[in-house]
């Protein structure tokens, strides 16, 4: 299986002007756990992930005063669609993080995260739609 098998090709964007608060309250709505970070004056993209909101606001940082740009992370790895899901998992584990942004021919074409993966190799089809309270 490849990583076209597995990734979500809907992708949440965010700009790096937008506050946590504002972050969360679209990651909540979309129910996933990343966003991607454009910045048309960065040098790339970004990728903001629930973990980064959590550890903000456990460092007792305001979330409607703290930006996007100020916690995301910028030196991500990213994946191509026709990497095997191993190579991914691979990637995941050795980076110590649970999403790649997909690429190919330098556009962004999904996002791939560890629960996509363990979708696809235990055969569960259901969708990504979690009820909050099994989350």
């Known amino acids: 299986m490849q990583v076209r098998d597995g990734m979500s090709t809907v992708v949440l964007t965010l700009g790096p002007g937008h506050t946590?608060?504002?972050?969360?309250?679209q990651m909540s709505e979309r129910r996933v756990g990343a966003a991607v970070v454009l910045d048309p004056d960065g040098a790339g993209p970004g990728i903001?992930?629930?973990?980064?909101?959590?550890?903000?606001?456990?460092?007792?940082?305001?979330?409607?005063?703290?930006?996007?740009?100020?916690?995301?992370?910028?030196?991500?790895?990213?994946?191509?669609?026709?990497w095997s899901l191993e190579e991914a998992a691979g990637a995941m584990v050795r980076g110590g993080f649970r999403h790649l942004i997909v690429t190919d021919r330098g556009e962004i074409t999904g996002v791939l995260s560890v629960r996509d993966i363990v979708r696809v190799w235990t055969g569960d089809g259901a969708s990504c739609d979690v009820p909050a309270e099994a989350a």
């Open 48 to 82: 903001l992930t629930e973990r980064d909101v959590l550890v903000a606001i456990g460092d007792g940082q305001d979330p409607d005063v703290e930006l996007v740009g100020d916690h995301l992370t910028a030196n991500i790895v990213f994946a191509a669609p026709d």
């Open 20 to 25: 946590l608060r504002a972050a969360a309250r």
